[in-house]
């Protein structure tokens, strides 16, 4: 099945504590994305990748790092959380511009 | 900042009825409009893409562009309880590295 695999779905930690989210993507799409989405202000987008070893920052990195060193998998990195980072995460993968896939989400909390 | 605006409601329609969803955007060059369902606590799921100005229609589902006035829709015909749910309207903007920007979603509910 395609599909894009996120870990944790949940997740509660304290401030400071560094925490990996592990995204991985079964359809050799070449394009993957993270993004947050927080009560209204939408899902905006944190980094994205245009393939290996290719990323590039989105509308809101602060406090965030990504590493892209195979084509499946992506993950998001918060070296420090902060209780500002508590929002719901999502990674998403293309092909092309197209036929977006969303992963399940994460829910963290930062306390 | 390349923007999408649309109506958060919410949206409130009676089950057999259609409902109409409004989308506009900033950036003239933009390609590509996705509309997404969104249920409360998911992830967002694909219903339409349409990339050419007119009507594309897909079912119950129908998404209108409009290129000069920067301005997409859908219609849900014969709309069901089920199809209460947000509604994100994205966009991926001329020259943008295929970045889906989303609007902040309108929430429809179909009473029954």
């Known amino acids: 099945e395609a599909q894009v695999t996120q870990n944790p779905r949940y997740l509660i930690t304290v401030t400071g504590k560094k925490l990996t989210v592990t995204c991985s993507q079964n359809?050799?799409?070449?394009?993957m994305s993270w993004y947050r989405q927080d009560p209204g202000l939408g899902l905006r987008q944190i980094y994205y990748?245009?393939?290996?070893?290719?990323?590039d920052k989105g509308d809101v990195p602060e406090g965030y790092k990504v590493s892209r060193k195979e084509k499946r998998n992506f993950p998001l990195i918060l070296e420090s959380p902060s209780p500002n980072q508590t929002s719901l995460y999502f990674c998403?993968?293309?092909?092309?511009?197209?036929?977006?896939?969303f992963g399940s989400g994460t829910r963290l909390t930062v306390v | 900042q390349k923007e999408v605006e649309q109506n958060s409601g919410p949206l409130s329609v009676p089950e057999g009825a259609i409902a109409s969803l409004n989308c506009t955007y900033s950036d003239r060059g933009s390609q590509s409009f996705f509309w997404y369902r969104q249920y409360s606590g998911k992830s967002p799921e694909l219903i339409m893409f349409i990339y050419s100005n007119g009507d594309k229609e897909d079912g119950r589902f129908t998404a209108q562009l409009n290129k000069a006035s920067q301005y997409v829709s859908l219609l849900i015909r014969d709309s069901q309880p089920s199809d209460s749910a947000t509604y994100l309207c994205?966009?991926?903007?001329?020259?943008?590295?295929?970045?889906?920007?989303f609007g902040k979603g309108t929430l429809l509910t179909v009473n029954p």
């Open positions: 994205a966009v991926i903007a001329g020259g943008s590295n295929y970045k889906l920007t």
């Open positions: 359809m050799n799409h070449e394009y």
């Open positions: 990748s245009m393939n290996v070893e290719v990323t």
């Open positions: 998403a993968s293309s092909s092309g511009g197209r036929n977006y896939t």
